[in-house]
């Protein structure tokens, strides 16, 4: 059951704010909502301050997800799912859950996620934001995805994990032929070293990838990119099974 019933953003800071329960006041440093105005689209505050109520969607949610180890960011999630041209009717082997970002991206998408997540601490926060975000059809495994994947006839895994090519030789017999396998790696030498490993396997490696992004200022006058851009996050690696 999602636990975020409500998003309220603030007209004058644009501050969101999340509503857990519909059945009780909501305090704020701009005012009170009352619980019989929490079902209006427009509301305004005890102190007159004026909030947009919203349901909240995925990427609402995802800025209130419990933080833990690194995770990947939209743009590397939205370039695996655009590459492998995700869908609704897949079955998809996500490891290491890390803080959830990407299984839970997926899941908006695809049919079911299995989570791989052996670090005991990094598994609480997948499991805490599974349930912030409501998704049903996510299952988590505090399981050691090098030791195997019980799970067969998959559309894709993906990986972020320190060494990848652990997890190859189980890779290539869960996944149904023409099945995605995706690292996400920080460094070069893991990149060889991940490739390396695919020789003499049923898997084709597509590209390897590094995205850059760029935001640009525009206001009045100026338009202009910004000074700093995100840059190096990661290398995505795009491997098929033929």
């Given at each position: 059951m999602r636990t975020i019933q409500k998003i309220a953003v603030h007209h004058k800071t644009g501050k969101k704010y999340i509503l857990k329960s519909l059945v009780e006041d909501f305090y704020t440093p701009a005012g009170?909502?009352?619980?019989?105005?929490?079902?209006?689209?427009?509301?305004q505050s005890s102190t007159g301050d004026l909030f947009t109520?919203?349901?909240?969607?995925?990427?609402?949610?995802?800025?209130?997800?419990q933080r833990g180890p690194q995770v990947i960011l939209a743009k590397d999630i939205g370039l695996i799912i655009a590459k492998t041209?995700?869908?609704?009717?897949?079955?998809?082997?996500?490891?290491?859950?890390?803080?959830?970002?990407?299984?839970?991206?997926?899941?908006?998408?695809?049919?079911?996620?299995?989570?791989y997540e052996i670090n005991p601490e990094h598994?609480?926060?997948?499991?805490?934001?599974?349930?912030?975000?409501?998704?049903?059809n996510v299952t988590t495994k505090q399981e050691d995805i090098y030791q195997?994947?019980?799970?067969?006839?998959?559309?894709?895994?993906?990986?972020?994990?320190?060494?990848?090519?652990?997890?190859?030789?189980?890779?290539?017999?869960a996944l149904k032929t023409g099945g995605f396998l995706v690292a996400y790696l920080p460094n070069l030498t893991q990149v060889k070293e991940f490739v390396d490993s695919l020789r003499k396997t049923k898997f084709t490696v597509i590209e390897t990838v590094e995205l850059l992004e760029r935001k640009w200022k525009i206001e009045g006058q100026i338009m202009r990119p910004e000074f700093q851009m995100l840059g190096h996050t990661g290398f995505l690696t795009f491997v098929r099974k033929i």
């Amino acid at each position: 059951m999602r636990t975020i019933q409500k998003i309220a953003v603030h007209h004058k800071t644009g501050k969101k704010y999340i509503l857990k329960s519909l059945v009780e006041d909501f305090y704020t440093p701009a005012g009170t909502l009352k619980k019989e105005d929490v079902h209006k689209t427009e509301v305004q505050s005890s102190t007159g301050d004026l909030f947009t109520l919203l349901d909240p969607q995925f990427a609402d949610v995802a800025e209130f997800f419990q933080r833990g180890p690194q995770v990947i960011l939209a743009k590397d999630i939205g370039l695996i799912i655009a590459k492998t041209g995700l869908s609704k009717e897949w079955n998809v082997v996500d490891a290491g859950g890390g803080s959830g970002a990407l299984c839970l991206a997926l899941a908006q998408v695809c049919k079911e996620v299995f989570v791989y997540e052996i670090n005991p601490e990094h598994y609480k926060i997948v499991v805490k934001n599974v349930g912030i975000c409501g998704a049903t059809n996510v299952t988590t495994k505090q399981e050691d995805i090098y030791q195997g994947i019980t799970e067969s006839n998959v559309d894709l895994i993906t990986l972020d994990l320190p060494e990848p090519w652990q997890v190859v030789v189980h890779a290539e017999k869960a996944l149904k032929t023409g099945g995605f396998l995706v690292a996400y790696l920080p460094n070069l030498t893991q990149v060889k070293e991940f490739v390396d490993s695919l020789r003499k396997t049923k898997f084709t490696v597509i590209e390897t990838v590094e995205l850059l992004e760029r935001k640009w200022k525009i206001e009045g006058q100026i338009m202009r990119p910004e000074f700093q851009m995100l840059g190096h996050t990661g290398f995505l690696t795009f491997v098929r099974k033929i």
